[in-house]
Nanobody, 125 residues
């Protein structure tokens, strides 16, 4: 199995913070693109942030300045630090990983991409 495993979701009040983790079963240096996506209730999945592993990151406009994506190669883990959370950040958050860097700049995944089962984030007003 090479699918990511997410953790760190929970319920917070608006203005609060959470850190999501995405653990991979093997070295994340193998994955040239890793990212976070979310699906708000009743809406389609959308891209949140991506990392190409060599310093390149992409963020959705709605999270710029509030969320930070990072990798810990030693822990085989991708993180998403979420600050100043808003009720509209509520949703199921998914981690994705791909050997190719193709979708990193666009946050529109295609091709062979490995998905986790998600972790739920709920932000109350």
């Amino acid at each position: 199995q090479i699918h990511p495993v997410e953790s760190g979701g929970g319920s917070v009040e608006a203005g609060g913070s959470l850190r999501l983790s995405c653990k991979m079963p093997k070295s994340i240096t193998n994955y040239n693109c890793m990212g976070w996506f979310r699906q708000p209730p009743g809406n389609r999945r959308e891209g949140v942030a991506s990392s190409n592993g060599v310093g390149g990151t992409t963020y959705a406009d709605s999270v710029k300045g509030r969320f930070t994506i990072s990798r810990d190669n030693g822990e085989n883990t991708l993180y998403l630090q979420m600050n100043s959370l808003k009720p509209e950040d509520t949703g199921m958050y998914y981690c994705a990983a791909a050997y190719s860097e193709t979708w990193c700049p666009t946050l529109r995944p295609f091709g062979t991409t490995y998905w986790g089962k998600g972790t739920l984030v709920t932000v109350s007003s």
